[in-house]
């Protein structure tokens, strides 16, 4: 929805339309903030930021610099300015350096902000740290993420990043960075970044084994090529940008709706709940007796190999093979015990077998109401039916009487599937001799086992 508010607006800001409607496109991250506090003249802060003493003490302020002094002589990360809070001895009040202007994320799904912050290890206190504030009104903050502390194994700037995904949506949301430092150690801080975007999302939302799909959306993936996992376990990627993750389905996996999980090489793991369908290869994937399908694929060699059924630890059910490409096979059912999902095994000629998991469904008959529902002796009754097998079954009137049921079996005139999409009908003719009276129709269907229509005839004598 917000996706498609971000649009709408577009549409209303002629201005901005062009590069807006190509935002929503392509779901890319937005910089709403980036601030390197190279345009400031040290010791000024920079247009826009501003600063406020948190707790009681000797005053002091965050400044720009253009060189570490308490460690001395590291440079900005961008040239020629860093920001600077000077450490002092006790007591000594925190500082939250803060941007004056909120921001508007209102479009928005995902908020991020990242910022280089510089750590030292020596004679460092734990108390000294960044903490990322967040104000939706300008006057309160709140705490964003979990105190970064100063100290760390080697002296350096490293990059850091806090989730602000709770404060997407909103029309107007200051940030801030509350510094903490005792006596000898500076808080620095530099590049700080504010994005915003999309959630998360794969284009398209399904695919099956060897497809490919693309990740888009969220705060940015990071120029590094991390890992994309699916339903906990690991897939191929194929191509990885800030701004889309190409991925393929490189192995056969469980039909279903799937997490997909971003682990980018710089920043926490993007979870996705839900957020792919992986198909079965089999189409159809469900069927009876006589139900033609294929299965896409890799591998398979040019020789024709075998393809059957199988359930846990039970026998093989060996399918007939009509046709055999390296990517592509055909096959029917030609006979099967019971309704169930059964994993699909490919066994090419000269290579390994291929499990498909979980991807083929035998189905029981279904069956719609007769048309007509009611007539005399002779009457032609056409059964609308899907998974009705090739092979003829059975038909019979059943009535539950007294002193025993009554059965009469129907002369099967017509049982006719698509073996393809299973569709079918059945037609049969209303036997004669029976007594006037509302039946059961009992259809004994490719599985062997009978389904029942209740009341689904009434028998008229003239
Ligand atoms: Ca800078």
New binding site residues.
């Given amino acids: 929805m917000k996706s498609f508010k971000a649009c709408a607006s577009a549409l209303a800001l002629a201005a901005a339309f062009v590069a807006l409607i190509a935002t929503c496109a392509s779901a890319a991250p937005v910089t709403l903030l980036s ?4 345009a400031a003249t040290p010791p000024a802060l920079p247009a826009g930021w501003s600063m406020a003493l948190v707790g009681s003490g000797i005053a002091r302020a965050w400044v ?1 610099d253009t060189v570490t002094h308490r460690p001395s002589g590291y440079s ?8 600077c809070l000077n450490a002092s001895s006790i007591p000594f009040p925190s500082v939250r350096l803060y941007c004056t202007t909120g921001l508007d994320t209102t479009p928005y799904d995902r908020l991020k902000i990242s910022f ?1 912050m510089f750590h030292d290890p020596s004679y460092n206190d734990p108390v000294d740290a960044v903490q990322v504030q967040v104000s939706t009104d300008g006057s309160t903050w709140q705490n964003a993420g979990d105190p970064i502390a100063m100290i760390a194994e080697t002296a350096g700037w490293q990059q850091h990043e806090v989730n602000l995904s709770a404060y997407a949506g909103m029309a107007s949301v200051r940030v801030g960075l509350l510094g903490t430092c005792y006596i000898f150690h500076d808080c620095y801080v ?2 700080i970044l504010v994005t915003a975007g999309a959630a998360e999302a794969c284009t398209p939302a399904e695919g099956r084994w060897w497809d490919t799909f693309t990740i888009t959306g969220g705060t940015g993936f990071g120029e590094g090529e991390g890992s994309v996992f699916l339903d906990g376990s690991q897939t191929q990627v194929l191509s990885w940008t800030n701004d889309a993750i190409s991925c393929r389905i490189d192995q056969p996996r469980n039909p279903g709706l799937t997490d997909v999980e971003v682990a980018p090489v710089a920043s926490p793991t993007m979870p996705m709940t839900d957020a792919f369908t992986v198909l079965s290869s089999c189409t159809p994937a469900t069927g009876t007796t006589g139900t033609s399908f294929h299965i896409d694929g890799i591998g398979f060699g040019n020789a024709k190999g075998k393809v059957s059924l199988k359930l846990g630890g039970e026998n093989p059910i060996p399918l007939k093979v009509t046709a055999w490409s390296p990517t592509q096979i055909t096959c029917e059912v030609s006979k099967w015990p019971s309704p169930e999902t059964f994993n699909l095994i490919i066994q090419p000629k000269s290579s390994p077998a291929i499990v498909l998991p979980q991807s083929f469904e035998t189905r029981m008959i279904s069956l719609d109401a007769p048309a007509p529902s009611h007539g005399p002796a002779g009457t032609v009754v056409t059964l609308t039916a899907r998974y009705l097998g090739t092979k003829k079954g059975k038909v019979s009137l059943f009535l539950d009487g007294i002193p025993k049921p009554l059965v009469k079996a129907c002369k099967v005139n017509s049982w006719v599937m698509d073996a393809a999409t299973g569709a079918g009908t059945i037609q049969v003719t209303i036997p004669k001799g029976l007594a006037a009276a509302t039946y059961d129709l009992v259809v004994v269907g490719p599985d062997g086992g009978p389904t029942a229509l209740p009341a689904a005839f009434t028998y008229e004598t003239p």
């Fill in positions: 601030e390197n506090f190279d720009t900005p990360v961008s040239a020629p300015n860093l920001a280089q530099d590049d």
